[in-house]
């Protein structure tokens, strides 16, 4: 579930756009960028809400690992498409389709507009082909990733304390109830989480 970001100024036009920077974008897309890559592990529980969410989340797995950026480029975590003008975007390549959209929204919205009233600077991008520019990635398991969300406190502050201590609360119940099923792996599907996920889709 990539989700793509763009915003409008007051005249209608597109803000991530600047005609007079070299590549293309604004100063409002950099730091939107930068507050996305900021909150990169404390975005992950809300984007990848299960377990089995983090067997897919892997390094070389195209789908925002890592709190990288670049241009076309579908390894990094936040990709900008060749488009410019009304087409300027941002796409945060990390979610799936487990993740629940109107809490995503929010916490992507809630880490750009973050990125730009903190004035974050944007670091290089990723060059494509090239090793990885970072080693930031999301946690390796569900439960990790629940207390980045935690710690993530400018975060937790812009969605809501009570919000969050309730989702994080529900989905560590879920670990929970997948650990005392006493058969883990951090990389294959295990017998439960076919049972208890595969009813919802």
């Known amino acids: 579930m990539h989700v793509?970001?763009?915003?409008?100024?007051?005249?209608?036009?597109n803000a991530f756009h600047d005609p007079d920077d070299p590549q293309g974008l604004s100063d409002v897309a950099r730091k939107s960028i930068a507050g996305l890559l900021a909150h990169h592990r404390g975005i992950a529980a809300i984007c990848a809400p299960t377990v089995?969410?983090?067997?897919?989340?892997?390094?070389?797995?195209l789908n925002g690992y890592l709190d990288n950026w670049g241009f076309d480029d579908r390894t990094v975590g936040v990709r900008v498409p060749p488009a410019r003008g009304e087409g300027s975007r941002i796409e945060?390549?990390?979610?799936?389709?487990?993740?629940?959209?109107?809490l995503v929204g929010a916490a992507l919205l809630h880490a750009a507009r973050l990125g730009v009233t903190e004035e974050l600077e944007l670091g290089p991008e990723q060059v494509p082909g090239a090793d990885p520019n970072t080693e930031v990635a999301v946690a390796n398991t569900l439960e990790e990733?629940?207390?980045e969300?935690?710690?993530?406190?400018?975060?937790v502050g812009a969605m809501g304390?009570?919000?969050?201590?309730?989702?994080?609360?529900l989905k560590q119940a879920e670990w929970d109830r997948y650990?005392?099923?006493?058969?883990?792996?951090?990389?294959e599907v295990t017998p439960w989480e076919i049972e208890y996920y595969l009813p919802f889709f």
């Not at 945060?92 to 109107?102: E, L």
């Open 92 to 102: 945060h390549r990390m979610s799936d389709a487990a993740a629940n959209p109107y």
């Open 145 to 147: 990733a629940l207390e």
């Open 179 to 187: 650990v005392a099923a006493g058969e883990t792996s951090d990389t």
């Open 52 to 61: 089995n969410a983090y067997k897919r989340l892997k390094p070389d797995m």
């Open 149 to 155: 969300l935690r710690s993530d406190t400018k975060l």
């Open 161 to 169: 304390g009570w919000l969050v201590e309730s989702f994080v609360a």
């Open 4 to 13: 793509n970001l763009s915003f409008r100024r007051r005249d209608g036009s």
